[in-house]
């Protein structure tokens, strides 16, 4: 009996703490939509409090020389994303064809996994909680296929 009690303890109120919470849902989600709206924006404010500093964000490619059948690794950083936000690259893609898809994977603690689809991509996202707010730290993408 005292094993029965122990695990229902523990099944209520420790592991609470480390699940998925309403109000972590919803910072999560604001966080990643500063992410899709800045960047269909041109908002490098709204993208600058989205991501982490020391964001890394990474795409699977192919080498240019044609002769070698290899991948490449190819990243930015947050710097550079938010630069690329500001240039209004992502203000290219018209809202007809802006799509802001965000399901969260996970979430356990201070982590969280995230996959977002926009209009041309996927974004696979890694978020922490920095500093009580959520930030995006690691992002692995791909592209869709070109019609």
């Known amino acids: 009996m005292k094993i029965i009690l122990l695990m229902i303890f523990f099944a209520v109120f420790v592991s609470k703490g480390y699940g998925q919470s309403a109000k972590d849902s919803a910072d999560i989600r604001a966080s990643?939509?500063?992410y899709v709206e800045g960047w269909y924006e041109g908002n490098g404010e709204r993208m600058a409090k989205a991501v982490h500093p020391k964001l890394a964000k990474r795409i699977i490619g192919w080498s240019k020389d044609i002769t070698k059948n290899e991948n490449v690794l190819s990243e930015m950083n947050g710097d550079q994303l938010v630069d690329g936000t500001r240039k209004g690259f992502g203000t290219r893609t018209p809202k007809e064809r802006q799509i802001k898809n965000i399901t969260i994977l996970s979430i356990y603690s201070n982590t969280a996994s995230v996959k977002t689809e926009m209009a041309d991509w996927y974004d696979?996202?890694?978020?922490?909680?920095?500093?009580?707010?959520w930030k995006i730290i690691n992002v692995l993408w791909e592209m869709k296929p070109q019609e």
């Open 32 to 34: 990643v939509l500063n």
């Open 124 to 133: 696979f996202m890694h978020l922490g909680r920095w500093n009580g707010e």
